[in-house]
Nanobody, 122 residues
Framework: HVQLVESGGGSVQAGGSLRLSCAVS????????MGWLREVPGKAREVVAS???????IYAPAVKGRFTITKDNAKKTSLLQMNSLKPEDTGMYFC?????????????????WGQGTQVTVS
């Protein structure tokens, strides 16, 4: 059974940084995608970054160059480093996984989601 738990959210000033962590369990030895998604107030959820089982990454245009997704295999953790944060980055951030697949392009195609962690940029 796949479980994901996010942490690292908080409130920062514009231009600041945060690192989100996602502790994952319950998936190994299969093709998968790990992703970070967000829900910005008044807007639909979007995939901001993802990484497939081969280490290939995809970033949303709005965050490319500012956000970096990485994976710590030993700690079974997915990380999202967020730099140069902007007020428009404010929202709820979710760690998500899709099993037995490469990375999807739509949030709804991720099969497992964490509970989310709030990021507020002022």
């Amino acid at each position: 059974h796949v479980q994901l738990v996010e942490s690292g959210g908080g409130s920062v000033q514009a231009g600041g940084s945060l690192r989100l962590s996602c502790a994952v369990s319950g998936y190994n030895y299969r093709r998968y995608c790990m992703g970070w998604l967000r829900e910005v107030p008044g807007k639909a959820r979007e995939v901001v970054a993802s990484m497939d089982g081969y280490g290939h990454t995809i970033y949303a245009p709005a965050v490319k160059g500012r956000f970096t997704i990485t994976k710590d295999n030993a700690k079974k953790t997915s990380l999202l480093q967020m730099n140069s944060l902007k007020p428009e980055d404010t929202g709820m951030y979710f760690c998500a996984v899709r099993l037995n697949s490469g990375c999807p392009t739509l949030p709804r195609d991720f099969t497992h989601w964490g509970q989310g962690t709030q990021v507020t940029v002022s």
